[in-house]
């Protein structure tokens, strides 16, 4: 056990004071930073964009031209050949060009480069209110009568149970802010598998490629190396985590304050979102960096140099990005699709999909720990077989590929047995 920790401990240390881990640590709040400042120094000095407008039509520039807010403004021009110059000058950003007949009202936008979307749609919802106002006239209708035509249907959303006599009980909607956690912990399982998978693999590879390996293993079990070098790489990756909860917790007072956070706040129940949802996302996180870790572990432990580290954790890439894929797509369009209730319970790709049938409440508790049973079971058995075939692993060297390499790994396990 003492060498356990020794190993532990070096691989712990040796990536904790690395300058890659610092940069890995800090760029989460670099990314932070730069969005708050861009979105503050964004607001404060926002651009007014200035669209020309012209029109053959008396008076109907001069319309268009009183829907102007905030993000844009509206100058009424004679010619085209007027806005052309005024663009040319950079006095308006863009000019656009009105034509109405009898039936319709068309636009056409001149610009240099994109208003944005918001910007373009809005012009585009102007002019059809301006047409569909136009027929309404020509129909006979009164504008109150064009306003109860354009109104919407309403259209609510109620989360309901039953209690114990049978009766529905309508409760809290809680879905949206869940699905953002599930969102948010898919990304970060993605970031976490993609990192330490190379790390754990690089660390494994490395000693391989440098024939240390012999040395190493005369003086400690084979097991307590593989149980050493991965604990060590999953305390590295628990110290992100703790790093960014606290970063969390000590943030959180100053970010409940804005106005913002305090009215999305109002309208859920946090007691239900830290409840059974947060604690399985949380519980098929850590095992799917666990799980994974494992997976690459075993491939660095293929390989005949470092260098090659990278083709050999392909498998683990391809199949980490499947589950995202799936999670992010396919879960969020439709997670009571066949394929994501099946995959919800296979292995490598549960930790991304589940917590998201989670979120979307097509699932409930019995399936969660079904899917995490499965996932646990999953984990052990990879873990044990990997510690097992490890010894044989990392004493084989073959030029032939990386299935020659497990396959001559099995024939020496076997004589050593």
Request: a negative charge; one cysteine or more; glycine letters at 8%.
């Amino acid at each position: 056990m003492d060498k356990f920790w020794v190993i532990a401990s070096d691989v712990y240390k040796k990536n904790v004071k690395s300058v890659s881990f610092f940069i890995m640590l800090l760029v989460p709040f670099i990314i932070g930073g730069l969005a708050y400042a861009g979105g503050h120094f964004a607001s404060r000095a926002s651009h007014v964009d200035k669209i020309g407008l012209i029109s053959e039509q008396a008076g109907f520039a001069e319309l268009v031209a009183q829907a102007e807010n905030e993000d844009y403004q509206f100058v009424v021009l004679d010619s085209k050949e007027a806005a052309e110059k005024q663009m040319r000058e950079e006095k308006i950003d863009a000019f656009l060009v009105l034509q109405v007949t009898e039936e319709t009202v068309k636009g056409e936008l001149f610009s240099e480069s994109s208003l944005g979307q918001a910007t373009e749609l809005t012009l585009q919802q102007i002019l059809s209110s301006i047409q569909g106002s136009s027929r309404a006239e020509k129909l006979g209708l009164t504008p109150e009568q064009v306003v109860s035509l354009s109104q919407p249907a309403e259209f609510t959303k109620q989360k309901v149970n039953f209690d114990d006599n049978g009766n529905m009980v309508i409760g809290e909607d809680n879905s949206v802010v869940q699905y953002i956690i599930s969102f948010g912990g898919t990304i970060l399982l993605f970031v976490f598998i993609m990192t330490y998978a190379g790390i754990i693999a690089q660390e494994i590879a490395s000693e391989k490629g440098t024939r240390i390996m012999e040395v190493i293993l005369s003086s400690t079990r084979a097991q307590t190396h593989f149980y050493g070098k991965l604990f060590g790489i999953l305390l590295v990756a628990l110290t992100q985590m703790v790093v960014y909860a606290i970063a969390f917790a000590i943030s959180y007072n100053w970010v409940k304050e804005m106005e913002v956070v305090q009215s999305f706040l109002a309208n859920i129940s946090l007691q239900a979102i830290l409840g059974n949802f947060l604690v399985f996302t949380l519980i098929f996180v850590l095992l799917g960096i666990f799980i994974y870790a494992v997976l690459a572990a075993l491939c660095g432990s293929l390989v005949n140099k470092a260098e090659d580290t990278s083709k050999v954790i392909l498998p683990v890439t391809y199949l980490s990005l499947g589950g995202y894929m799936l999670g992010i797509m396919l879960g969020a369009m439709d997670p009571n699709n066949i394929v994501i209730r099946i995959t919800s319970y296979i292995p490598f790709l549960s930790s991304y999909i589940m917590p998201i049938r989670l979120a979307n409440e097509t699932v409930g508790v019995g399936g969660a720990l079904i899917s995490v049973a499965i996932l646990l079971v999953t984990t052990i058995a990879l873990t044990v077989g990997c510690a097992k075939m490890y010894k044989s692993n990392v004493l084989v060297y073959n030029d032939n590929g990386i299935f020659a390499t497990l396959k001559q790994s099995f024939r020496l396990m076997k004589s050593q047995n």
